[in-house]
């Protein structure tokens, strides 16, 4: 039988929606602590969202599944929610504005066309934003948080790159680049260009101090240390970047968090404003987040800062052992009538749900290995019949004294 | 094989590589042309716009079209297995981004700094978004248009994305603030027939790639290039107590010009001779646009016209797409009649709908369905239950696609006598289609204006008895 299911799309198996539940269960409770309150918001946006400068890029925008929805005769159009953040902040500017603090997270996927096969078209992530503080402290909290969920989900191993879009703004500005410019120059710089750059009429000088910027690595004190060193005497307009860089990365160093300040690690920084987070284990990114506090005077709110971060599930579902599951394995109970016992047995199955028990009705295609007990309702006595794994019985009367079998 | 624009300098060409096509002319009556000298070659004609979808489906391995057409399938679906050959050399023009002239040269600032949505009419609605979404356009609606974007700014559209020459366009009134691509004649190839096949000998004919040096096909690149300084631009619809009328151009010219006349409208320069698209009427605050009639109904839902002439098979294509369209049917003009009807081959053993049904059922493959009425279509194909079926949009000429490119048409016919040349025949009948006049649902508040409207249905009502 040929596969129908679409392309680029994935089905989640019994198997797969455990563990993507666990990781939901993890995340939600980590946020619940944290003092996050959960929303939702709807599959569909307007695209006009999303096509703002400082939202996402052109090429991010050729890849969103936007169509004409049945009363779009204007030529709007409407767009499957490609990104997690910007619904978000669209939520909290119609109906949370008047809260100067908000604590928000989510449980969404996103819809961005993939023609390589390396990735889902649909994604998954579980994400928090932190709406209306701009201090580090905002932002270490989300990275905190992050690092706590991965920790509870027994993922290790884990590297914390640092970036600032700020300062990578703020260095790209000495070549008298637009801000439009700037994201192209910056990828061509990454790529390694800087010949090409300088013949387009870019001081090669700058470029080059750029590229070796952009390459220094390291902890907050030598990262500072190395950046003085290239451009001194000359920082205008770097000191406020730097000065944040260095206040979160310094109270994540005094957490004991292993980071490591990477200006290049990020590739796509629209709409971020100042610290950028990225979570790596081995090659693969995780997770990431940063702060955005253009974002919503942008989208027609009021000028008020945020930071956020997400963690992407379908990467994660792929890292979480066999082991974390453990505890959604607890023993099974199969409780077995006759026709003429069936009412006991629906009575039995009722009461032990009640009291916590995973127990299933034998429907006669049940496998007995797959339980823990199983458990036979009999007209004449003994009423029930308890039999374990090892095929050792037990005996009982009443229920009482099941659950009390159970029990030891 | 390209008709319209193309064709009599592709026959040209064709003729000088010594193809020995017989048939392939603007007065063709059938589609398909076979070559004295390549015997492995056969060839149809196919509306410009329907050859790179044709090619890139593998249904042909080469096609001859122009590259905005190409640029025009690739910017939405670059993973289409299409091969850029080259340029031609010949029809050599551009797709422009065009305001009205009225505008002031370079309003793309403007435009930018718009808050309300930026309108943009284009026969090339990828390409307009492609633009739009580069030039960082906080709002825009797209209207995709069968012809004539030219007639558009400013009152229709804010800006016009649309091929020609400066000067053509300097004549329509329209100044071009970029160039968005250069156009002219290509060679398309499908990707694994590229591969798999010799092609060789034919496209060494009609494409040298020595000559072609210098004439390097342009593909779309990311906009924006320059900047251009600042102007105004005139706010959308404040026109007032002006009553804006949409009249057909095409074959409906004629029978509108009558009944004009009999509604005691006079009119000057329609049809114009001079291709102008603005005549003159002896109706006080009435202006008059000559622009496509598909495109009408879209045009007065969105509130650029407030009365249109148009075919009831075009309204209804739209209130499919848009059930809750404001658009509706004021008056029954009574004229142009056509039947809309579903068409398979007379090879095909099926008498009706039901036939239909039993033959889908018993395929593997999905029923192709071609249709300039991709809504109409579509809806004909849920109501009888085809099962898994595909609609292949096309732009005229759709008896060409049967038997080979599709399994069945949904088309108009006046006579049916075009179907039977074809070697189709005719399954079932939708609905029947005249001129109709069109109008909008929603209230008119100006008094002066709304009365103006009434006072042209009454008139016209009088024409039509």
């Keep these: 039988m040929k596969t129908q299911r679409c392309k680029g799309t994935r089905d989640l198996s019994p198997d797969e929606m455990a563990v993507f539940r666990l990781i939901e269960g993890v995340f939600r409770d980590a946020c619940l602590n944290w003092g996050y309150k959960e929303v939702r918001t709807p599959t569909m946006e307007y695209l006009h969202l999303f096509t703002s400068v400082g939202t996402l890029t052109p090429g991010m925008l050729e890849r969103v599944y936007s169509f004409l929805d049945w009363d779009g005769w204007s030529g709007e159009r409407v767009v499957l929610r490609p990104d997690g953040t910007i619904p978000v902040v669209r939520l909290y500017i119609d109906s949370l504005e008047k809260e100067k603090l908000a604590k928000l997270f989510y449980v969404a996927n996103t819809f961005i066309f993939e023609s390589t096969g390396e990735k889902t078209r649909e994604r998954w992530q579980c994400g928090a934003e932190l709406i209306g503080v701009s201090s580090p402290s905002a932002d270490v909290e989300l990275v905190m948080m992050a690092l706590e969920v991965l920790q509870r989900l027994r993922i290790d191993g884990v590297k914390l790159k640092l970036s600032h879009a700020g300062l990578i703004r703020a260095l790209l500005a000495r070549l008298g680049l637009s801000s439009e410019e700037q994201a192209k120059v910056f990828d061509r710089i990454l790529d390694g260009n800087i010949k090409e750059l300088s013949e387009l009429g870019l001081d090669r000088t700058e470029l080059e101090t750029l590229s070796a910027l952009l390459g220094l690595k390291g902890k907050s004190a030598t990262f500072v240390k190395s950046l003085k060193a290239l451009l001194a005497p000359d920082l205008a307009g770097l000191q406020p970047g730097i000065d944040d860089l260095v206040g979160v990365a310094g109270l994540l160093e005094a957490l004991g968090a292993d980071y490591q300040i990477d200006l290049a690690s990020v590739r796509d920084f629209e709409y971020y404003t100042g610290a950028i987070f990225q979570l790596f284990k081995g090659k693969g990114k995780i997770g990431g987040g940063g702060r955005y506090d253009a974002l919503i005077p942008l989208m027609g709110g009021k000028d008020t800062p945020a930071s956020g971060a997400a963690l992407y599930i379908d990467r994660l579902m792929g890292l979480v052992k066999p082991e974390s599951l453990a505890e959604l394995k607890a023993p099974k109970i199969l409780v077995r009538a006759k026709p003429e016992t069936a009412k006991e047995g629906f009575s039995l199955v009722a009461r032990l749900h009640k009291v916590g028990y995973r127990t299933e009705f034998n429907l006669g295609a049940q496998k007995v290995a797959g339980f823990g007990w199983t458990l036979d309702v009999q007209s004449k006595a003994p009423k029930f019949i308890l039999t374990d794994r090892a095929k050792k019985k037990f005996e009982a009367q009443t229920i009482s004294e099941v659950l009390k079998l159970l029990a030891k | ?465």
């Design chain 2, 1 to 465: 094989m390209p008709k319209g624009r193309l064709l009599a300098e592709t026959a040209a060409r064709l003729k000088e590589a010594g193809w020995g096509l017989d048939g392939y002319s603007a007065s063709a009556r059938l589609y398909r042309v076979k070559s004295r000298n390549f015997p492995r070659l056969s060839a149809k004609m196919f509306h410009e716009r329907d050859i790179p979808v044709q090619v890139a489906i593998g249904n042909y391995d080469l096609g001859i079209c122009g590259s905005d057409w190409i640029e025009e399938l690739m910017v939405k679906y670059p993973s289409s297995a299409l091969v850029r050959v080259g340029s031609l050399g010949y029809a050599q023009s551009a797709l422009y981004a065009a305001f009205s002239a009225a505008d002031g040269v370079s309003a793309v600032e403007a435009v930018q700094q718009r808050s309300g949505v930026v309108r943009i009419a284009s026969e090339y609605p990828n390409l307009a978004e492609h633009f739009a979404l580069n030039l960082r356009l906080r709002r825009f609606g797209v209207f995709p248009l069968w012809g004539a974007a030219e007639a558009y700014p400013p009152e229709s559209a804010d800006l016009a994305l649309l091929c020609g020459t400066e000067e053509g366009l300097a004549d329509c009134g329209l100044a071009p603030v970029t160039k968005v691509l250069a156009v002219s004649a290509c060679l398309v190839a499908n990707r694994n027939s590229w591969e798999a096949k010799d092609m060789k000998e034919v496209v060494a004919s009609i494409y040298d790639e020595a000559a072609a040096k210098g004439t390097e096909l342009e593909t779309i690149k990311p906009y924006p290039g320059r900047r251009p300084p600042k102007s105004k631009i005139s706010p959308p619809g404040a026109d007032g107590d002006t009553v804006r009328l949409a009249l057909p151009d095409g074959h409906q010219q004629s029978p509108t010009f009558e009944l004009l006349s009999k509604a005691g409208i006079g009119i000057d320069d329609y049809p114009s001779p001079t291709g102008n698209r603005r005549p003159a009427t002896d109706l006080p605050g009435v202006a008059v646009k000559v622009i496509r009639p598909q495109d009408m109904p879209l045009q007065v839902a969105s509130g650029n016209f407030d009365l249109a002439i148009t075919g009831r098979d075009w309204l209804r294509e739209h209130l499919y797409q848009f059930p809750t369209s404001p658009v509706k049917e004021l008056l029954d003009l009574r004229s142009g009649r056509v039947k809309i009807v579903a068409v398979v081959s007379n090879d095909m053993p099926v008498a009706d709908a039901a036939g239909l049904i039993s033959l889908s059922a018993g395929r593997t493959a999905p029923l192709r369905v071609a249709s300039e009425y991709v809504n109409i279509a579509d809806k004909y194909a849920r109501d009888n239950h085809l099962g898994s079926y595909r609609v292949v949009p096309t732009w005229g000429a759709t008896e060409a696609f049967l038997p080979e490119d599709a399994d069945l048409l949904i088309e108009n016919t006046e006579t049916g006598r075009t179907i039977a040349r074809h070697n189709l025949k005719i399954i079932d009948t939708l609905f029947e289609s005249t001129a109709c006049l069109i109008g909008s649902r929603r209230r008119v508040a100006n008094v002066v204006k709304r009365e103006k409207i009434n006072s042209i249905i009454q008139a016209l009502q009088t024409g039509v008895n």
